[in-house]
């Protein structure tokens, strides 16, 4: 009896349920060789999980559950058999919980996680919610997707930023520092300035040369007392003083004795500066283009949803499979009723 009776209901009041099946994959853009160092690896924005594990994880959320019943009110569709066969359908003031558990039961995904395909197979009581159900799914996984895609080239492009936010503080100060050394100093160009005291003093060493000789010459053909000699004399003299003077100057502090000092260490101290600015430059560049590219990356839809097979619209009632359900049943309950007789032999042989 209790068999026929689940042959009963499962022929008579069970409703036919409904698949619909789908598969998809999520498909990458990579970048090229120099974007990818460039952008940091940008591809793999999902460090140890791949997109097909965030996928199964999400298709049975409460997530998406609730978004998918905003779309078409899965509670009036999942319960309308519900006063005939409320075996197989859902109440229809169920909660949040029931109607999750529920859509894991109508809902079967499939994961092959060497291809990151993902099946979906969708039941329910109606080929056209069947479809409907499949669909929807399969526009929120790729909304899903593209968000993620979309956080990720963000969290990228803000990454840049900072980089060239920080370049460019850096060149500033680089070229404020130049900028502030060169009014405390007085001097524009140091450089400029010791190359223009070596042609003084190199044309200074050349008058005292000629001047040396002008004095051997006179000293050949006339005597020391000659007003000429004494002349010649002075000349290499004052040569001699401006060359030293010169020497000084170039060592020691400008007649104000502000902030000129030593020439050769003020040298030193602005090819420093030139080296910090000339660095600050290149890191400044090559921040530029990391944000130009990542920006350039940004426009692009890095990674995407692809259904290679679309939500299909049944015509024939698969579930639930009443042969088998029967079949199971039927077992169990023979199996429950040789127990119980076993039992009741028991009990009857030790009275």
């Known amino acids: 009896m209790p068999i026929a009776v689940v042959f009963y209901y499962l022929y008579v ?30 591809s793999n924005f999902s ?26 009110n899965l509670r ?49 009581f109606a080929p056209e919610d069947s479809h409907a159900i499949n669909t929807a799914i399969l526009a929120h996984s790729s909304e899903l997707i593209e968000r993620l895609s979309r956080i990720s080239q963000e969290d990228t492009i803000r990454s840049a930023k900072e980089e060239l936010d920080t370049a460019t503080e850096r060149l500033k100060e680089a070229r404020i520092q130049i900028s502030t050394f060169r009014k405390t100093s007085r001097i524009i160009d140091p450089n400029a300035d010791v190359q223009g005291q070596m042609g003084v003093l190199n044309e200074l060493e050349q ?47 400008d007649p104000t004795g502000t902030a000129r000092n030593n020439l050769y260490a003020t040298l030193g101290t602005y090819e420093a500066m030139l080296v910090d600015q000339e660095f600050a430059e290149q890191a400044y560049v090559a921040t530029l283009a990391n944000y130009d590219t990542a920006a350039a990356e940004a426009r692009r839809k890095s990674r995407y949803l692809v259904a290679h097979v679309e939500p299909s619209f049944p015509q024939t009632a698969e579930y639930p499979q009443r042969a088998i359900i029967g079949l199971v049943l039927s077992v169990f309950i023979l199996l429950s009723w040789v127990l119980l007789l076993l039992v009741g032999y028991s009990l009857r042989d030790r009275r």
């Open 207 to 253: 008058k005292l040369a000629d001047a040396l000789i002008e004095l051997d010459l006179l000293a050949d053909v006339t005597t020391a007392s000659d007003p000429r000699v004494l002349q010649a004399e002075r000349k290499v003299k004052a040569i001699r003083n401006r060359i030293n003077e010169e020497r000084t100057a170039v060592v020691s502090q």
């Open 47 to 72: 460090g140890g999980t791949s997109d097909a594990d965030v996928l199964y994880q999400y298709i049975q959320s409460h997530g998406l559950v609730k978004k998918v019943n905003d779309d078409l």
């Open 76 to 124: 009036e569709r999942f319960s309308v058999h519900q006063e005939t066969d409320p075996v197989f359908g859902l109440e229809k003031d169920a909660s949040n919980e029931d109607l999750l558990d529920f859509w894991q039961r109508m809902v079967t995904i499939r994961l092959e996680t060497a291809s990151g395909i993902i099946t979906v197979e969708t039941r329910s």
């Open 13 to 42: 009041h069970a409703a036919d349920q409904y698949s619909s099946e789908t598969a998809f994959s999520v498909h990458k853009e990579e970048a090229s060789s120099a974007v990818s160092s460039l952008l940091g690896g940008l």
